[in-house]
């Protein structure tokens, strides 16, 4: 059970990373902060107060890559969970994975991000990246191709 009185970094917080799709490429950033620096994964990163999912989505999708989306709806819910040495939670986020395709700009790297690319989902295999985004991505790269779904994402409301 719960307090109100945990430390703010045992409170999960809100997150949000965008699997933007152009043609047959999906955008990737790699993370040039901790945690996971190095790793490459989607864009993203904390919701703000008085934003909603959708408004985090897109500030954080240009703040790190200078790129513009139509932002669908979410595509999956993460919870990430980091613990420390002795197994006590460090911090959680709940992570809002949204579902987008290209509307405008040139992805360069900026803000959290040492380096952006589109890639193909066949070689996602060539990226370390951060654990179960190459097959999220798998999965809903398969999703959009099928005729028969009338959606690949769940819209926010």
């Known amino acids: 059970m719960s307090t109100r009185n945990e430390p703010l970094k045992l409170v999960p917080r809100p997150g949000v990373s965008v ?25 993203g990163g904390r919701i703000e107060v008085g934003e909603t999912v959708r408004e985090g989505g897109a500030r954080e999708l240009f703040e790190e890559t200078g790129v513009q989306a139509r932002i ?13 040495a ?27 991000c040492v380096a952006v690319r589109w890639a193909c ?9 951060t654990e179960g985004t190459a097959a999220l991505i798998r999965e809903v790269a398969e999703l959009r191709r099928d005729p028969g779904l009338v959606a690949w994402y769940r819209p926010l409301l």
Do not use: T
Not at 22 to 42: E, H, I, M, N, Y
Not at 72 to 80: N, P, Q, T, W
């Open 72 to 84: 669908h709806g979410v595509v999956a819910v993460r919870d990430i969970i980091e613990r420390d």
């Open 121 to 129: 989902v066949a070689e996602l295999d060539n990226f370390a990246m």
């Open 19 to 43: 699997m933007v799709f152009k043609d047959r490429q999906v955008l990737l950033g790699q993370r040039g902060k901790p945690p996971r620096a190095g790793l490459w994964s989607l864009p």
């Open 86 to 112: 002795a197994g006590a939670v460090a911090w959680h986020y709940v992570l809002n994975i949204l579902g987008a395709d290209w509307d405008a700009g040139v992805a360069v790297a900026a803000s959290d």
